[in-house]
């Protein structure tokens, strides 16, 4: 990779309205934006034009403002598409976020091609979200779940996924990039074993799309699923890319407008092509057209300058965290995106949360939807600090400091 500028984080803060402002009276330390990222006014101001000016239904109307509508909704499509390195826009489905778009795919893809006794391959370090779907399948239809372990620093085990994928499943579905371990997993190498070993592979792209440029095309992967909101973009919105190949065989889910060719009360329904047989229902316009917004915002700021200016952050953090009597950090895999995760000897992390909060620091606590990563850990959940583009290395020395104060006044 060449080396990126670096960020200049002023002129990216002075993007971002929500982030100048006080909190219980002091300046806001926004350090939580694994579990949302904040908006840029190039964001919050495609979605405020499109409502002050251009807004109607889509796909339906012949009139003026659908059809600008329609456009816009179709261009942030193409949008996605470009961002993803998709082949071609049929290939990218509206979805709400990554949660919907693995139900998508469980849903059409899994019910038609899973039948009792074969198996579905995850991790231990999967978000909820990439759990919980496979289970349920797995209970409707007598699936075997497999789990590869996670090595102690919080890299994939993989011995342990070998050995999993050599029971042959037919799906295996992984993080790019954990949640609460920072660990960016090697994809490709995980893409290219469970394609030799004949599966299908859905990638979790929730951390991967915010922090790091992402590649379908090289990556070889079958289906990504990502969140708008996490890559500075709407809630409610996010995207599936599935092959072309793949999306036209699939079934639809959901039924209802935009998602038919012909309905007959006599003869029946026949579906649209992918992607519009998965969007039934009039789909979150605004959203797209911010999401849109978002990755183009991404882009010109650089995708490459972002990451390795979160890296150098968490790098920082760790380097600092260090040194504190106590403190054990959860997940130091050497490939490690922008989130560092803790805790402390005999305090519970909520408590830490709450202290740093009153210092005006947002971070998160407890089990970041993994709770089997807390389980297999043997702690009750995590304080985790995860950065973005706007973030800046004096946050990160105030943090410390409010950190070690917060130890201080628990011990
Ligand atoms: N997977 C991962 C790795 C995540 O971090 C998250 C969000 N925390 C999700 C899935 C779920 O994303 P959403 O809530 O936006 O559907």
Redesign the pocket.
């Known amino acids: 990779m060449d080396h990126p500028q670096p960020l200049d984080t002023a002129a990216i803060r002075a993007q971002f309205p929500v982030l100048d402002q006080q909190v219980h009276g002091k300046p806001l330390i926004y350090f939580d934006s694994?579990?949302s990222a904040q908006k840029p006014l190039a964001v919050i101001d495609a979605q405020s034009d499109y409502l002050k000016h251009s807004h109607a239904n889509v796909h339906r109307g012949v009139h003026a403002l659908s059809q600008r509508a329609t456009d816009a909704f179709e261009q942030a499509r193409r949008q996605v598409q470009s961002f993803l390195n998709a082949s071609e826009p049929e290939e990218i489905v509206w979805t709400?976020?990554?949660?919907?778009g693995?139900n998508l795919v469980a849903q059409t893809w899994g019910r038609q091609n899973l039948q009792a006794g074969d198996r579905v391959l995850i991790s231990r370090m999967?978000?909820h979200?990439?759990i919980v779907p496979w289970q349920m399948l797995a209970t409707e239809r007598g699936l075997h779940l497999d789990v590869a372990e996670f090595l102690p620093d919080g890299s994939l085990d993989w011995d342990s996924f070998q050995n999993e994928l050599n029971r042959g499943p037919k799906l295996v579905a992984m993080?790019y990039?954990?949640?609460t371990l920072g660990t960016v997993n090697d994809a490709a190498r995980i893409i290219q074993a469970a394609h030799a070993a004949g599966a299908v592979v859905l990638l979790?792209g929730?951390?991967a799309a915010p922090h790091k440029r992402v590649d379908v095309q090289a990556l070889g992967c079958d289906f990504f699923v990502f969140?708008g909101?996490?890559t500075y973009g709407p809630t409610g919105i996010?995207a599936l890319y599935g092959k072309r190949a793949l999306l036209d065989s699939m079934p639809p889910w959901r039924g209802g407008g935009e998602m038919i060719a012909e309905v007959s009360l006599e003869q029946g329904t026949t579906f649209a092509a992918a992607p519009f047989k998965f969007e039934a229902g009039t789909p979150h316009i605004s959203g797209a057209i911010g999401l849109g917004a978002a990755l183009e915002w991404m882009e010109a700021t650089g995708i490459e300058a972002i990451a390795a200016h979160e890296e150098a952050l968490a790098e920082r953090t760790m380097e600092l965290l260090r040194e504190i009597p106590g403190m054990r950090l959860i997940g130091t895999a050497p490939s490690k995106a922008g989130v560092v995760s803790f805790v402390v000897d005999g305090i519970h992390p909520y408590d830490l949360g709450s202290l740093l909060d009153a210092q005006g620091i947002a971070v998160r606590t407890g089990q970041?939807?993994t709770q089997p990563i807390m389980d297999a850990l043997g702690i009750p959940g995590t304080v985790r600090a995860s950065f973005a583009a706007y973030n800046t290395f004096e946050e990160v020395e105030t943090f410390h400091r409010a950190l070690k104060r917060a130890i201080t006044m628990l011990s």
């Open positions: 694994a579990a709400q976020g990554t949660t919907d693995i999967e978000h979200a990439n993080t990039v954990s949640n979790d929730a951390q969140s909101h996490k996010g970041h939807c």
